[in-house]
């Protein structure tokens, strides 16, 4: 079964009927222990793909939009940006903040920053957290340079047909997370509507499972 492969090879994905919680209370239990790096094969084909697209940013202002516990804010600091961290969890954060002190507690859909204040932007698997997709790509969109690019990756939209769920495990307990699912189109439409023009566009599969497209990844320029 797809969920016995996804829950094997990428680790919290699958067909459950775990209780399920809204994203920032899954957040605040999952955080302790969440680990600041690609920690199942789905992640790893996400990050792997999210970087193959990413620019040159030495020297660069990059914000990570919903930055979790701060993987990617490794990556960008690795590479010679300069690096901002926004997450709506707190307890995410705190996490983050191992990494660096530039982060602040924000909804994507409202980040504190000025209009045309930053060169680029990454937003890995957090806009599956937003009912609003074009209010927040169009605050991404708003705070980017022109010519800035964002590139931002969700769990593949097949995933709700196939009736995928996101589960972790805390005190004992599996539980899963309440999310939104997104169809192609409407990236594409809010992807125009924020202004914003696409010139990269992936659905990488899981090695295992090939048929099965994991991950939306997009890479679009203001």
Not at 109 to 129: E, F, K, N, Q, T
Not at 191 to 211: K, Q
Request: charged content about 20%.
């Amino acid at each position: 079964m797809l969920w016995q492969k996804l829950r094997h090879f990428a680790g919290v994905w699958g067909q459950s009927p775990l209780q399920m919680l809204d994203p920032q209370s899954a957040y605040a239990l999952w955080a302790p222990g969440y680990p600041p790096r690609a920690h199942n094969a789905l992640m790893e084909i996400e990050q792997q793909t999210v970087l193959a697209l990413l620019p040159e940013v030495r020297g660069l202002t990059i914000l990570d939009a919903g930055c979790g516990s701060g993987r990617y804010l490794r990556e960008l600091e690795g590479r010679g940006a300069t690096a901002i961290g926004m997450d709506l969890s707190a307890a995410m954060l705190a996490r983050a903040r191992e990494t660096t002190p530039k982060i602040a507690r924000a909804d994507i859909r409202a980040l504190p920053l000025d209009a045309m204040s930053i060169d680029g932007a990454v937003c890995g698997l957090a806009l599956g957290d937003v009912a609003e997709i074009e209010l927040a790509l169009s605050e991404i969109a708003r705070v980017l340079r022109p010519g800035g690019v964002v590139i931002y990756s969700v769990v593949h939209p097949a995933g709700e047909a196939e009736g995928w769920s996101r589960s972790f495990e805390s005190g004992g307990r599996q539980w899963a997370i309440d999310g939104y699912w997104h169809s192609l189109d409407r990236h594409r439409q809010a992807c125009s509507a924020a202004g914003l023009t696409i010139d990269g566009w992936r659905e990488p599969a899981l090695v295992e499972a090939p048929a099965r497209r994991a991950v939306l990844v997009v890479r679009a320029h203001r």
